[in-house]
Nanobody
Framework: QVQLVESGGGLVQAGGSLRLSCAGS????????IGWFRQAPGKQREGVSC????????YSADSVKGRFTISREYAKNTVDLQMNRVKSEDTAVYYC???????????????????WGQGTQVTVSS
């Protein structure tokens, strides 16, 4: 049974940093594209960053480029999201997700992903 658990969320001041981790079981992360998504109250879930298994490339939404970095942490067996220079608009529940087939480079569409974690709350105070 596949399980994904996000951790590292919390309250952070605007301009500060936070590091989220996604730990999984029941599958081998090295074989799958993995993405981070977020959902703010009253808004649709949106893609933040993803990492591809085919070429180890990463891709991020324009809203977080230059501030957020996704990485595969092989020693910890996690996929992390380093969030720097956070803004109030980054406040959301953050989810990690896994593309079961991973037949191409990763994308930021919700429909591409099959397995989801329960999410971790990130709140940015101004």
């Amino acid at each position: 049974q596949v399980q994904l658990v996000e951790s590292g969320g919390g309250l952070v001041q605007a301009g500060g940093s936070l590091r989220l981790s996604c730990a999984g079981s029941g599958f081998t992360p090295d074989f799958h594209n993995i993405g981070w998504f977020r959902q703010a109250p009253g808004k649709q879930r949106e893609g933040v960053s993803c990492t591809s298994v085919s070429d180890n490339s990463t891709y991020s939404a324009d809203s977080v480029k230059g501030r957020f970095t996704i990485s595969r942490e092989y020693a910890k067996n996690t996929v992390d999201l380093q969030m720097n220079r956070v803004k109030s608009e980054d406040t959301a529940v953050y989810y990690c997700a896994v593309d079961r087939e991973s037949s191409s480079v990763c994308g930021l569409e919700v429909d591409e992903y099959d397995w989801w974690g329960q999410g971790t709350q990130v709140t940015v105070s101004s």
